[in-house]
């Protein structure tokens, strides 16, 4: 599969965004500045950028926490989502939480709690609805390798496997489920065994490596969108901070951090990019300057934004009655 260089590109760059937005969201909550916890994706950017870039304007994500590329290329703009880590009310859910517990159906994205794998019978009913209707149109889903362990995980592929629905079904497996690692929350070497008990072809990829996240997702969603139902991918990465920013993860042997930092999916992407002669040195450093100028211009919106009204807890709760002629 080819791929244009503008979307290399593209994918360098939304893989910068997401990687420089975190980080200075990591930097304000140890300033104490963010409201509630933060939740980054930190070496695993590659898996979430690259099963959404591959999406199509009329798709259907339901994301988890660790997939800021998702929002960001959808169209959530980073100023609404630094906003929401303020508690503001320019913010995704207007002031109503303080993390990444976000969605946008504007923008084809699926809102989620934190039970991971929650959204995966969530975006098989997506699916079915296309399916129902005849639309040309996948619904994916992410969670990360402990929420392959919760039974909505299996309900939801069952169902999906059961209905030939266009699906893909994504993992983030980054070794860890908060402190428990892979050896102990399953009997398996790869996960992906687990899609074939449901008849569903399964595929590994390296998660640090976005283009070929990008291209075995974009195949699977072919596959799905023209009636082969759905796929399993599992991308092996390695998140490189804890659970989240308040846990130091020292239950992570220092010298598995250490190899996988050789293998950073941003180092990875401009190498990939050098060697193919796709883009010089110049080029690159302009993106990252453009990245770090909408940082910034989205820490100054979300500082003069307000905060939202006390009676703007009341609004939103219920379904907005249809008005009678």
């Keep these: 599969m080819d791929i244009k260089r ?56 339901a994301p988890y926490f ?7 290329i959808r169209g959530i703009s980073a100023k609404r989502i630094m906003a929401q880590y303020f508690g503001k009310k320019t913010g995704v859910t207007g002031g109503k939480e303080g993390n990444v517990h976000i969605g946008d159906l504007n923008f084809g994205v699926i809102g989620f709690p934190s039970h991971l794998a929650d959204n995966y019978p969530v ?9 129902i209707r005849g639309e040309k149109r996948i619904a994916v889903a992410c969670t990360g390798d402990g929420g392959t362990s919760r039974g909505d995980f299996h309900e939801g592929m069952n169902f999906a496997a059961a209905r030939k629905l266009p699906m893909v079904f994504i993992c983030n497996n980054n070794q ?52 082969g139902g759905p796929t399993f991918i ?20 220092r010298e598995l951090l250490e190899a996988w930092k ?9 190498k990939y990019l050098w060697e193919n002669s796709i883009a ?5 450093d302009g993106i990252d300057s453009r990245v770090k100028k909408e940082i910034e211009e989205a820490e100054a919106f979300t500082e003069q934004s307000p905060y939202p009204e006390p009676e703007d807890g009341l609004k939103g709760l219920y379904a907005t009655p249809i008005a009678e002629e």
């Excluded at 140890?30 to 690259?50: C, D, F, P, Y």
């Excluded at 975006?123 to 399916?131: C, E, P, Q, S, V």
């Excluded at 010089?280 to 690159?284: A, F, G, P, S, T």
């Design 66 to 72: 660790r997939d800021m590329g998702v929002f960001l």
């Design 176 to 227: 860890y489920a908060y402190s428990t690692p892979l050896r102990l929350q399953m009997n398996i070497k790869d996960i992906a065994e687990r899609a074939l008990a449901y008849g569903i072809p399964s595929k590994i990829v390296d998660g640090n490596n976005v283009v070929e996240v990008y291209k075995a997702a974009k195949e699977a969603y072919e596959i799905a969108r023209n009636g």
């Design 123 to 131: 975006g098989a009913g997506a699916a079915l609805a296309f399916k």
């Design 234 to 253: 599992e991308c092996k990465t390695m998140r490189m901070h804890g659970h989240s920013e308040h846990d130091s993860a020292k239950y992570v042997p």
């Design 262 to 270: 050789k293998k950073d999916p941003i180092l990875n992407m401009e």
């Design 6 to 61: 503008e979307d290399l590109l593209q994918l360098y760059y939304y893989l910068k965004l997401t990687r420089r937005l975190e980080d200075r969201v990591t930097s304000l909550y140890h300033q104490g500045k963010i409201l509630g916890g933060a939740w980054t994706s930190n070496g695993t950017e590659a898996v979430s950028v690259g099963y959404g870039y591959a999406l199509e304007r009329n798709d259907i994500a």
């Design 280 to 284: 010089k040195k110049e080029e690159l």
